[in-house]
């Protein structure tokens, strides 16, 4: 009887585990994430079949397999060699990849409060995982070994020894040589982290869809643009409500505040937008940023950095908070000056109108800046935004690419795409051959953050068989939607806009290295704003203008005065601008140049850094940091600078399309070879130069903004 119920027993344990088993092949059969190729076009991510409840099963299952490649890697019997460890330990971690690139980049362009709660129980789950490979002490001591052995090896081609210095210094910077008792602390901080982040950016975005502003009364509506109204009109009527109503994305925002004429209606969105999370309630992120502030700097200190900057810096062009600081304090020397001319001259405009008592503030700026400028150059935005009709936009930027790259694009419907508003488009390169494949979404909603971005949803390598697996980018705007009376129209900002992630999209789509963990934008976050900003260029130049502005109702071509006019009016208030940005990266590196842990007050803290650059008068209740998510929840922290650096390389840069043709296809395709294909193969100064044959220096920037500087400053960057 004992032996039959053993076997009984023993039957049922089978037959629990076969129908385990069946469970889960089931489940693989039927998640998307859980097949070894996508059966789609290019192998593209199936939008159309994923849906919430296989995110997290297949994040499971993600983890479990690169655990298992990690084991094959440690208990190898081998020697370990560079073939062996540091090549599998590059290459692993694929199938998850494929999940997080897809739920990660949704989490930013098409949201919702499922995928949000999947983050948060996933988040802590996923750090972990992190943290047990980076910490892991028998795969460092592979690594390790073969980085002490084969660091010269001549053996090792110039990307091999790169990816080898990547992935032993990965380790080292993520507490690999940490003791025992350093390591816990360090997993413990770097959870609590990932989950402020977190924490960080749901409550940007929705602090950012909760305000409307809504009006009836079409008095209040004076100065704002037709284009604006109408948009306004549609957002109500998609609310359910009469009248208009305007919100804090940039294409409502940014015109009502240049435009309408109620001054009390422009503070009332200035302090909506300005305030943000910083109202002491559920949203307020100021707890947040202290404690992600001081997280940083105690994981930076156990690494043995005396601040989160200097942790950073060592792997950037800038090199170290002094050399930052050298840039900004260059700018401010050099635009400050003029930028108080510049708020003088506008001040004194608006008291012609307004009484000589009359006080510039933060909500004025944009509208008596736009009316001067159109005074000083008969120059208003409004008159650019119907020559530029989104899809022409778009074919004038594809164009681009097309005259200095010689790649085109041609939209396949046949790619799935993760929202009605998204198109996907195949790239060619100039034989014909399959490139990339690029997804355009251009529109705001209230499930996408706000701004505008460029990522991946595959990234490129070189297959162990020599093909070359081809990337999937995609580019994220908030752009002006259209209306029922006319198409999308888009400002010369959003135009600029469109160019500097379509060149980080180019980036993207150039890649032309062997390793994953080196392709396309995977650089120095100082360096890889240069194939962004140096498309913004192109937008100023009258050659370029005339490939696709045209006038959406009667197709005539912009007008040559009308660019003349644009082009005098392009460095109007080009101090303030500068003088903006430089407040940003001295906010981000006075964050995170702190010694000790912040418990003080952010505001206060945020004013003071930024008391000797302010132009205008302060708004006391307005608080940055709160919503700035680049550095707080981005890839940005101790490196907004970088936009300032990355402009000073575009203007130097962009001097060779200047000197040797707008289009030449020689120098487009020599800044393709040296410099976009090579990612993060080489050290980006080395790029550079050899692109331009010179260290970068200043001189180009304050040239093309028209600066004179007071007195001489220090060219090189250095």
């Known amino acids: 009887m004992k032996k039959l119920t053993q076997g009984l027993s023993a039957l049922l344990i089978c037959m629990t585990m076969m129908t385990q088993s069946c469970t889960k092949t089931e489940e693989q059969a039927q998640n998307p994430f859980l097949v070894q190729q ?19 099963p297949a994040m499971q299952e993600g983890m479990a397999a690169e655990d298992q490649e990690i084991a094959d890697i440690v208990n190898n019997p081998e020697a370990p060699t560079f073939a062996n460890t540091i090549v599998p330990y590059a290459n692993s ?54 980085y002490d052995t084969q660091k010269d090896d001549p053996a090792l081609t110039a990307e091999d020894r790169e990816l080898l210095e990547k992935v032993y210094t990965g380790f080292v910077r993520s507490g690999a040589n940490l003791s025992e008792a350093d390591k816990e602390a360090y997993r413990a901080y770097s959870k609590e982290l990932s989950a402020l982040r977190l924490k960080f950016a749901q409550n940007a975005l929705k602090e950012n869809n909760a305000f409307e502003l809504h009006i009836t009364d079409s008095t209040q509506l004076a100065g704002l643009p037709p284009t604006s109204v ?55 992120n100021k707890e947040t940023v202290k404690r992600i502030v001081s997280l940083r700097r105690q994981m930076a200190g156990l690494l043995g950095y005396n601040t989160h900057a200097d942790y950073v810096l060592e792997q950037r062009m800038a090199e170290n908070s002094e050399n930052v600081y050298h840039l900004l304090n260059q700018l401010v020397d050099a635009y400050m000056p003029v930028a108080r001319k510049e708020a003088a001259e506008v001040e004194a405009f608006a008291r012609k109108s307004e009484g000589n008592a009359f006080q510039l503030q933060a909500w004025d700026w944009s509208y ?24 022409k936009v778009q074919e004038g930027v594809f164009g681009l690419a097309t005259r200095l790259y010689g790649i085109t694009f041609k939209e396949n419907k046949e790619i799935p795409v993760y929202h009605p508003d998204v198109k996907a488009y195949e790239v060619l390169d100039e034989d014909g051959s399959f490139l990339a494949v690029l997804y355009t979404d251009y529109h705001p909603r209230a499930s996408k953050q706000s701004g505008a971005w460029m990522t991946a949803y595959k990234d490129q390598w070189i297959e162990e068989n020599g093909t070359n697996s081809r990337p999937h980018v995609s580019i994220t705007m908030n752009f002006t939607k259209p209306t029922a009376e006319r198409p999308a129209l888009l400002t010369m900002g959003e135009v600029e806009t469109f ?19 080196m392709s396309g934008t995977s650089v120095y976050r100082d360096f890889v704003e240069l194939p962004s900003q140096i498309m913004e260029n192109w937008a100023g130049e009258k050659e370029f203008l005339h490939t696709f502005a045209r006038h959406y109702q009667t197709g005539e071509l912009i007008p040559d005065e009308l660019v003349e006019r644009m ?124 692109f331009r044959g010179q260290e970068p220096t200043i001189e180009a920037l304050l040239r093309r903004n028209g600066i004179v500087p007071e007195k001489k400053i220090k060219e090189r960057i250095d």
Not at 41 to 49: K, Q
Not at 125 to 134: C, R
Not at 575 to 582: K, L, P, S, T, Y
Not at 653 to 678: H, N, W, Y
Request: with cysteine; proline share 3%.
């Open 499 to 517: 160019l500097h992630e379509f060149g980080h999209a180019i980036h993207g789509l150039m890649a032309n290295t062997k390793y994953r963990a």
């Open 93 to 146: 971690g694929a199938m998850l990849n494929r999940v997080l690139s897809v739920f990660y980049n949704l989490m930013e362009a098409e949201t919702n409060d499922t995928l949000q709660e999947i983050a948060q129980r996933m988040s802590p789950m996923l750090t972990e995982h992190g943290n047990n490979i980076s910490l892991n002490p028998e795969l460092f001591k592979r690594v390790k070994a073969v």
């Open 38 to 56: 996508y059966e789609t076009p290019y192998g593209t991510a199936p939008f159309h079949l994923i849906e919430a409840a296989h995110y997290e």
């Open 230 to 284: 109408d948009a306004a009109a549609e957002t109500a009527k998609e609310r359910g409500k009469e009248g208009w109503v305007f919100t804090l994305a940039a294409p409502s925002y940014s015109p009502f505040m240049t435009y309408c004429q109620n001054r009390d209606l422009r503070r009332q969105m200035y302090m909506a937008y300005n305030t943000q999370c910083s109202k002491g309630d559920s949203l307020d």
């Open 567 to 690: 082009k005098a009016a392009r460095n109007f208030n080009v101090a303030n601008g500068c003088i903006g940005q430089v407040k940003y990266g001295m906010l981000d590196m006075a964050w995170y140049t702190l010694t000790e842990d912040f418990d003080g007050d952010v505001e206060k803290f945020e004013k003071a850094v930024w008391a000797k650059l302010q132009v205008l008068p302060a708004v006391q209740g307005t608080c940055m940091s709160v919503m700035f998510s680049h550095i707080m929840d981005g890839g940005y922290s101790a490196g907004y600078y970088g936009y300032k650096w990355a402009e000073v390389l575009d203007a130097d840069a962009f001097s060779v399309f200047k000197e040797r043709g707008l289009f030449s296809r020689e120098v487009g395709e020599e800044f393709r070879r040296k410099l976009l294909e090579k990612g993060g193969t080489v050290h980006p100064m080395t790029l550079y130069k050899d």
């Open 368 to 391: 008596y800046s736009d009316k001067l400028r159109k005074a000083k150059y008969d120059m208003d935005a409004e008159l650019l935004r119907p020559y530029f009709q989104l899809s």
